[in-house]
């Protein structure tokens, strides 16, 4: 098991650039999160996924999009980036069962400057 | 958003010390996890605490969930250099029963 990826490692963006950030797991789990990291805040949810199919908002959703159209896959679209967006962004998945939800897996991070 | 007070903010003591932290919530909360964060690296779940005064262990990691249920600790006994990370504390409870992240407590171990 490769676990969760994610692509790019690193990123950088002129504002009002678009991307997409890939974020694939290959543990069959139902429960996928974006989270991004900034310095002296811990991690920050952005929005997460329960099933395919089915996308919800988490505590900072704004400039984001999500889709889950495979249980593998959950990519995050930034569709106009901004300097405010420069953070590190980490994909998580985990089963949905109970206390399971809550043995996340972490992929390795994007690393992504906007200038 | 709401977030959790994490302490110390960074800690710098020599191998063999034994460590302590400490989140603290102004929500009550029914779970509270322990992760560590390796330098490059997405956090790896530590220790999951599911009722109020429970004591877990997890080798040299001791975590407990406070009688308060609005705090928990992590104790590490005879630091190693690889125990140097950066250590969260995360919660889950409240109207959202959201995981909410502290902001992390940076340990330097030196030899």
């Known amino acids: 098991n490769a676990g969760v990826t994610q692509t790019p490692k690193f990123q950088v963006l002129k504002t009002g650039q678009s991307m997409t950030l890939q974020c694939a797991q290959d543990?069959?789990?139902?429960?996928m999160s974006w989270y991004r990291q900034d310095p002296g805040m811990g991690l920050r949810l952005i929005h997460y996924?329960?099933?395919?199919?089915?996308?919800d908002q988490g505590e900072v959703p704004n400039g984001y999009n999500v889709s889950r159209s495979t249980t593998e896959d959950f990519p995050l679209r930034l569709l106009s980036a901004a300097p405010s967006q420069t953070s590190v962004y980490f994909c998580?998945?985990?089963?949905?069962?109970?206390?399971?939800?809550?043995?996340?897996?972490f992929g390795p991070g994007t690393r992504l400057t906007v200038l | 958003g709401q977030q959790l007070n994490q302490s110390p903010q960074s800690m710098f003591i020599q191998e063999g010390e034994d460590v302590s932290m400490n989140c603290t919530s102004s929500?009550?909360?029914?779970?509270w996890l322990w992760y560590k964060q390796d330098p490059g690296e997405g956090p790896v779940l530590l220790i999951a605490?599911?009722?109020?005064?429970e004591l877990t262990s997890n080798g040299r990691l001791t975590a407990q969930f406070g009688i308060t249920r609005k705090d928990s600790f992590l104790n590490i006994s005879a630091s190693i250099p690889s125990d140097v990370g950066i250590y969260f504390c995360?919660?889950?409870?409240?109207?959202?029963?959201?995981?909410?992240f502290g902001t992390g407590t940076l340990l330097a171990v030196q030899p």
């Open positions: 998580a998945s985990s089963r949905l069962a109970g206390f399971l939800t809550d043995t996340q897996y």
């Open positions: 543990m069959n789990h139902e429960y």
């Open positions: 996924s329960v099933g395919a199919g089915i996308t």
């Open positions: 929500s009550i909360f029914n779970t």
């Open positions: 605490l599911y009722k109020a005064g």
């Open positions: 995360a919660g889950r409870g409240g109207a959202t029963n959201k995981l909410i």
